[in-house]
T-cell receptor
């Protein structure tokens, strides 16, 4: 079983739609959690951290459920510029980051 | 401010050839990393360094060597390239206090024939 698993997609949605990505992780000792964004053939960039209480950054909402070892990212009012691959990332003991394989999002006009 | 740069951007090697990938960062970061990214596999850590003169193995170190002689540079070497090493290689760096926020270079696309 992979340490971090995501639905690879692709998710094809119209502009303005709400889309949710899910991620599960296998190591219950994982310390912290993040979402990175990767545009086509470019480098990944940190999108947001994920806190236990849930957190928002504009149109983006991240949630964590430690009991179920589950992380989610909700994007409201999708824009064309949101088209990218979203990487679920878990920080393991020792500090290393473990990346999921990514979920591809395509927002259409 | 260049951030993280990687050289070269593209390379084609024949099986058995060697090469070195260069990563440079100008953010004075203590930590540096080398990843490879393959379709359906996500980013996998090859080697990393927590400071000048130190290196450690990541998840997939076999077939690679690294060196960090200067704080700003992290070199990844392939001694005898194999087709299984065809991949996109990303270098990243981070500050010790915010190690979860890694800054990535633009990647090197390597094909081994």
């Amino acid at each position: 079983r992979k340490e971090v698993e995501q639905d690879p997609g692709p998710f094809n949605v119209p502009e303005g739609a709400t889309v949710a990505f899910n991620c599960t992780y296998s190591n219950s000792a994982s310390q912290s959690f993040f979402w990175y964004r990767q545009d086509c053939r470019k480098e990944p960039k940190l999108l947001m951290s994920v806190y236990s209480s849930g957190n928002e950054d504009g149109r983006f909402t991240a949630q964590l459920n430690r009991a179920s070892q589950y992380i989610s990212l909700l994007i409201r009012d999708s824009k064309l510029s949101d088209s990218a691959t979203y990487l679920c990332v878990v920080r393991a003991q020792g500090g290393k980051l473990i990346f999921g394989q990514g979920t591809e999002l395509s927002v259409k006009p | 401010n260049a951030g993280v740069t990687q050289t070269p951007k593209f390379r084609v090697l024949k099986t058995g050839q060697s090469m070195t990938l260069l990563c440079a960062q100008d953010m004075n970061h203590e930590y540096m990393y080398w990843y490879r990214q393959d379709p359906g596999m996500g980013l996998r850590l090859i080697h990393y360094s927590v400071g000048e003169g130190t290196t450690a193995k990541g998840e997939v170190p076999d077939g690679y060597n690294v060196s960090r002689l200067k704080k700003q540079n992290f070199l990844l070497g392939l001694e005898s390239a194999a087709p299984s090493q065809t991949s996109v290689y990303f270098c990243a760096s981070s500050n010790r206090d915010r190690a979860y926020e890694q800054y990535f270079g633009p990647g090197t696309r390597l094909t081994v024939t």
